[in-house]
């Protein structure tokens, strides 16, 4: 019995399998003839493959643009992805055919927004917010049975059964999230997904909900998938850590295991934004650049236009996610290497179009080479 329990746990809730999204943002056909222009498609997602178990947190991190939320969106079933799979508990969901099925699914799986008041109907008051999941999937019947649910979640998220009679306007910030997601347990989830949740609410406040969606975890076994650019709020929320960058993924890692030992050159410029509250005197370099055009991707390695490694070969391969310790997987030309990795000594950020020139934003004035001597003393040996 205790076998078939860990198996089952240990077994991924979700898996995400060479998830791929793009967008058609081309001009219409005939704006397109006229000016003898072809169709234009912007990668959003490109071959992600991730895997959550049951209890756990995924939390998946990067800068704005780099796809976190379209991945949030694929997997909510929000959009169909244009290849790759979607396994939810043993089942494709992108292969659902029946209404049922998908039916079943979005009982299972719920979403708790960024915006809590953009994501609350202004006209409904709370009662009639929370308990529209429990209408629609009919999980009670009667007007009582339906009213004592609702205070119950209420409840549960802090707030008090009377509060069901106001409306969004009437409440703080904080406590729109909490309708949210009292709103988000009313269909009995396994599965939650949080897009970027605390982004829009004050410091103080962000405590407050953040222990909550933690001490609900532990009480009915969720399993999260979190989108944040915060990452002192992915440390306090997650079990494992993807980092995105151009819609693919670059490294993932248990928690603790990429704040302590991070290995991408782009997971370590991200952690030097993370504030000094210590006060230590490190000396910390800002993420350099921008961002490229995810409708024309630089050759090779996305991250190469900016990356203080950059070597010729970064330029024409891009490197896969491979393994290269036990629960980390980093796609990096320089960290397989390892010790023997040398890095163009010419080369430097801003030698492609989708990033910011020396000496401008994101990079101290007068640095010529923007490299950082610091990241190659601290290039990991190869399975380390």
């Known amino acids: 019995m205790d076998a078939h329990k860990t198996a089952a746990t240990n077994t991924p809730l979700l898996q995400a399998r060479n998830l791929t999204r793009h967008f ?7 704006n397109r003839l006229l000016e003898g222009k072809p169709r234009q498609i912007l990668q959003a997602v490109a071959g992600v493959d991730f895997d959550i178990r049951r209890g756990e947190t995924f939390a998946l991190v990067g800068e704005s643009g780099c796809g976190k939320s379209t991945v949030a969106n694929l997997v909510a079933g929000l959009y169909a992805p244009t290849a790759g799979s979607i396994i939810f508990d043993g089942m494709d969901i992108t292969a659902f055919g029946r209404k049922r099925q998908m039916k079943d699914f979005r009982r299972r799986v719920a979403m708790i927004f960024q915006d809590p008041y953009a994501s609350l109907n202004p006209r ?29 979640l209420l409840e549960q998220v802090g707030l008090s059964p009377r509060d069901g009679h106001k409306y969004p306007h009437e409440f703080s910030g904080g406590q729109r999230q909490r309708i949210s997601i009292a709103r988000a347990l009313a269909s009995n989830p396994e599965f939650v997904i949080c897009d970027e949740p605390t982004s829009a609410l004050d410091v103080s406040v962000q405590a407050q909900i953040l222990n909550l969606m933690k001490d609900l975890q532990n009480r009915l076994g969720l399993s999260y998938l979190f989108i944040s650019h915060n990452l002192a709020v992915v440390r306090h929320m997650a079990h494992h850590i993807g980092v995105m960058y151009l819609g693919r993924l670059c490294e993932t890692a248990p928690a603790d295991t990429l704040f302590d030992h991070p290995r991408h050159p782009y997971t370590r410029m991200l952690l030097e934004t993370i504030p000094d509250i210590e006060m230590t005197g490190k000396k910390r370099r800002p993420v350099a650049g921008e961002i490229p055009n995810p409708i024309d991707p630089p050759p090779g390695c996305a991250f190469h236009p900016r990356c203080p490694l950059a070597a010729s070969i970064c330029r024409r391969r891009r490197p896969e996610l491979n393994t290269v310790a036990n629960g980390v997987q980093v796609a990096c030309h320089a960290v397989f290497e390892g010790a023997s990795w040398r890095p163009d000594k010419d080369g430097a950020p801003g030698d492609h179009p989708g990033a910011a020139a020396p000496g401008t934003r994101g990079q101290d004035p007068g640095v010529k080479s923007g490299r950082d001597p610091s990241f190659e003393e601290r290039i990991p040996p190869h399975g380390a």
Do not use: N, Y
């Not at 058609?24 to 005939?30: A, F, H, N, R």
């Open 24 to 30: 058609d943002v081309s001009k219409p056909l005939l």
């Open 124 to 152: 409904w008051r709370v009662f009639a917010i929370i308990s529209e999941p429990i209408r629609a999937f009919r999980l009670l019947q009667g007007k009582k049975a339906i009213a004592r649910r609702t205070a119950q």
